[in-house]
């Protein structure tokens, strides 16, 4: 069973421009949650949706955002990029919505803001 | 306001040896604890959980011990191995469709 992808691996950008982030969940698996990593910070929560609606978001200002799409795949834009947005941004898919159901991480997104 | 803290923040054992990490909580509605581990370059891994009505987890050489009253809970590895040098994060969710909040992680080295 393929796990989660997470697409690109690695990017580059420069201040101002913006991003998108690609995640294709388990088979199966109708919950893609978003999370943001950084050395300081821990795993911090962006958000997460299932069956294409937003059911939760983190205290991330506007110009972070997402879309789940019919097929679970979900995508998430960072618009007008921050030096503080370079980070590694982790997507995690699981069966069902909320606390309890394992959830199964992509290798992650790295992105450096310069 | 950070909702489970973590410590310590890395931790150097050697092998054989016992490492604990540790996780306190405010919020009494939390109800569901797991832990993950991530090694570099991957993304984290579900490692063992527990339920507030148990005290304490183990599986293998992981074990969880949790302190309701104290609103702690702690990890354990017993026989500490140069394999389990990773990343450990504690967690924490409630009732409901909420996320998982983590704590800030804890770097393990296990050296020989």
């Known amino acids: 069973k393929a796990g989660v992808t997470q697409t690109p691996r690695y990017l580059i950008k420069t201040r101002g421009q913006q991003v998108t982030l690609s995640c294709s969940p388990i088979?199966?698996?109708?919950?893609v949650s978003w999370y943001q990593q950084t050395p300081g910070q821990g795993l911090q929560f962006l958000f997460e949706y299932f069956s294409e609606t937003q059911r939760n978001k983190g205290n991330f200002p506007g110009r972070f955002s997402g879309r789940q799409f019919s097929n679970s795949r979900s995508e998430m834009n960072v618009s007008t990029l921050e030096l503080g947005d370079s980070a590694l941004y982790l997507c995690?898919?699981?069966?069902?919505?909320?606390?309890?159901?394992?959830?199964?991480f992509g290798e992650g997104s790295r992105l450096t803001v310069l | 306001q950070q909702q489970v803290k973590q410590s310590p923040q890395s931790l150097i054992v050697q092998k054989g040896g016992i490492s604990i990490i540790n996780c306190a909580y405010e919020n009494t509605a939390f109800d569901y604890f797991p832990w993950y581990q991530q090694f570099p370059g991957k993304g984290p891994a579900l490692l063992i959980a527990?339920?507030?009505?148990?005290s304490e987890k183990k599986e293998g050489r992981f074990t969880i011990s949790f302190n309701k009253s104290a609103k702690q809970f702690s990890l354990h590895i017993m026989d500490s191995q140069p394999g389990d040098s990773a990343t450990y994060f504690c967690a924490a969710s409630m009732e409901g469709n909420t996320p998982l909040v983590f704590g800030k992680g804890t770097r393990l080295s296990v050296i020989a």
């Open positions: 527990i339920r507030p009505d148990v």
């Open positions: 995690a898919s699981s069966l069902s919505s909320g606390r309890t159901g394992e959830l199964f």
């Open positions: 088979s199966g698996h109708r919950s």
